[in-house]
């Protein structure tokens, strides 16, 4: 089975602060996406990344970029955080036969 | 606008009774996913649809996908405590990336 593993269910920081959400994935998978999902919205695609060093915006970037050094490793950066980027962050990986994704990241900016 | 419509938005179903989700696109899916969610947890896959008119069933949770590939449904027979949650549809494009429904709160009443 394939495994996407978040460092993080839980975090609090405040605003103005730069912060780095991690994805890891174990497979190998050269797609790989990062999420965020708000009540009434649904999940919203923040950025993807379909080989190392390569990236491409999703629907909502504003406020977020990414880093993919290497190709298990996939991380969101807010490099100055606001409240309304409060949510929950979700990263996912993309194969043959579906996607796959991790148990999420509920960041709270206060 | 929302390139996917689910329906309803929440449904409170009594146990043992039978259910039905529906997810429209206005464009034609390459493929439909299904997920679950629980609160404040990670997306678990349910099913992936991509041929017109297929129809998937595991449990007692069949999908289908229409013939002009449009319109999905799910459908949750006896209903269970157990099948509480979020349930969400993805679809694809014909590109890599996922795009969500807003998704449906199923709510299990004894």
């Known amino acids: 089975d394939v495994k996407v593993t978040q460092s993080s269910r839980y975090l609090v920081k405040r605003t103005g602060e730069k912060v780095f959400l991690e994805c890891v994935q174990d497979?190998?998978?050269?797609?790989m996406f990062w999420y965020r999902q708000d009540p009434g919205l649904g999940l919203r695609l923040i950025y993807f990344?379909?080989?190392?060093?390569?990236?491409e915006k999703g629907d909502i970037p504003e406020g977020y970029s990414v880093s993919r050094e290497k190709k298990e490793r996939f991380s969101l950066i807010l490099e100055s955080a606001s409240t309304n980027q409060t949510s929950m962050y979700l990263c996912?990986?993309?194969?043959?036969?579906?996607?796959?994704f991790g148990s999420g990241t509920r960041l709270t900016v206060v | 606008s929302q390139e996917l419509e689910q329906s309803p938005q929440s449904l409170i179903v009594q146990e043992g009774k039978n259910l039905t989700i529906n997810c429209t696109s206005s464009k034609t899916l390459y493929g439909l996913y299904w997920y679950k969610q629980k609160y404040g947890e990670g997306l678990i896959f349910l099913m992936m649809l991509q041929k017109g008119g297929e129809e998937k069933s595991h449990e007692k949770i069949t999908a289908k996908l229409d013939e002009k590939k449009q319109q999905s449904s799910l459908h949750i027979t006896a209903s269970q405590p157990s099948h509480a949650g979020i349930y969400l549809c993805g679809a694809n494009f014909g590109n890599e990336k996922l795009t969500f429904g807003t998704g449906t709160r199923l709510t299990i009443i004894p």
């Open positions: 497979m190998d998978h050269e797609n």
């Open positions: 990344s379909y080989d190392v060093k390569m990236k």
């Open positions: 996912a990986t993309s194969h043959n036969y579906g996607y796959t």
